[in-house]
């Protein structure tokens, strides 16, 4: 095997990669031992890069297109072999191909919350998850700092990092955004871009930049979400008379049941305007109930009344009425003794009759 890996490495003068995969980065070229033949075709396709590595150091680069590999277009190889001759002979050199594709399919999310400081809630704990775009903006640098001798490097491998480096970020981005935590959603564009930025800042060392980041959902723990849905609640209801109004009509109405819910409908709307109005308006001033009495007495020289029986009880017992006190009702022909008239007899009963001549 080792034998025919070596021939057809004499054979075989086209130098390229074509990506079966959606997750490959970096992509080693197979060769035995690493001999590439002078003159070899080198075909590097768009949204591609091929580097060259020359014992451990990068030493050239192509940009897409198809290349002869000679030393004329190899100035920086030719500086390292220093070669005098024809260069017939095959020479080593380790052939990257790096992806410079946007990777769209990177995911993120908070495992825990993250605590904020919200001018309205005080400390709120959030919770947020999306996806990010990356790309390689520096194939020598991510050779060097993340790649290393791998020959197929993977989103697998640096996605990890990745994902811990933004969860890291992100309690600073939504703390010095000073967005209310109701208006984060307006604001998620703003805050993704600006964490696009700081990432694609951080990351240059490693040739990697981060053009695309989105934040697809922004929440609170449950216990917070029922209290937000139970003030949103009350802000729907608005006023109050008028849901009582609604709510009074709709229990009258599902009580009414059959064909006659619409009709039930219509008079719990009246019941409960008519409910509604008599809680709004002001309670009016009440004047004391008339006496239930018809009786007149002429007490004091002056007519009053009309005074009920217990009323003119009252008066007897202090005095001011007596059995001689004119009285008169509707029915009677004229004024009366009060001692003369058969209905008032109970009047008199725990008063003592006058005291005889001495």
Known sequence: MSLWDKLKGELVDIIEWLDDSRDTIVWRFPRYQNEIKMGAKLVVRESQTAVFVNEGRVADW????????????????????????????????????VNTRLFTDMKWGTQNPVMVRDPEFGAVRLRAFGSFAMKVSDPGRLLSELVGTDPQFRTAEVHDFLRQLVVSHLGSALATA?????DLASKQLSIG?????????????????????????????PEVEKALDKRTSMGVVGNLDAYTRFQTAEAIGNATGGTGDAIGLGLGMAAGQRAAQSLNQPAAAVPPPLPAGDWFAAIGGQQQGPFDVATLTSHATSGSLDRNTLVWRAGMAAWTPAGQVTELSSVFASVPPPLPPQ
């Open 62 to 97: 192509f940009a897409p297109g198809t290349h002869t590999l000679t030393t004329q277009n190899m100035p920086i190889m030719t500086t390292l072999k220093n070669w005098r001759h024809g260069f017939d002979s095959p020479w080593k050199a380790e052939v990257y191909f």
């Open 178 to 182: 000073n967005v209310p935590m109701l």
């Open 193 to 221: 871009k600006t964490l696009s930025e700081v990432l694609t800042v951080e990351l240059a060392s490693s040739g990697i930049a981060i053009p695309k980041f989105v934040i697809e959902n922004i929440s609170v723990p």
